[in-house]
Nanobody
Framework: QVSLVESGGGLVQAGGSLRLSCAASGRKMSGYIMGWFRQAPGKEREFVGHISWSTGSTYYADSVKGRFTISRDNAKNTVYLQMNSLKPEDTAVYYC??????????WGKGTLVTVSS
């Protein structure tokens, strides 16, 4: 069983930066794809990006490309989401999730990011 815990959310002004963390426990994450998602109030959950735990390759949604960066620290079993040039529309609860095959089976409880204008 995999447990995921996000942290690092908070209130930031537009144009600012935040770094979210997702600590994984329960097993080694080699072979997993770690995804970041977000859900704004009244909206559906949106894919933000993902990283391959094994290779470190990343993929991003167009809405965050060039502003957000996903990385991982194998020793700490932790994935990061560095968010720069934040906009009010980035306000959401951010979730990390893990999948080994096609479906994300493991989810964290989320961390709230609020970007003020």
């Amino acid at each position: 069983q995999v447990s995921l815990v996000e942290s690092g959310g908070g209130l930031v002004q537009a144009g600012g930066s935040l770094r979210l963390s997702c600590a994984a426990s329960g097993r080694k994450m080699s072979g997993y794809i770690m995804g970041w998602f977000r859900q704004a109030p009244g909206k559906e959950r949106e894919f933000v990006g993902h990283i391959s735990w094994s290779t470190g390759s990343t993929y991003y949604a167009d809405s965050v490309k060039g502003r957000f960066t996903i990385s991982r620290d194998n020793a700490k079993n932790t994935v990061y989401l560095q968010m720069n040039s934040l906009k009010p529309e980035d306000t959401a609860v951010y979730y990390c999730a893990a999948r080994f095959y096609s479906d994300y089976n493991y989810w964290g409880k989320g961390t709230l990011v609020t970007v003020s204008s």
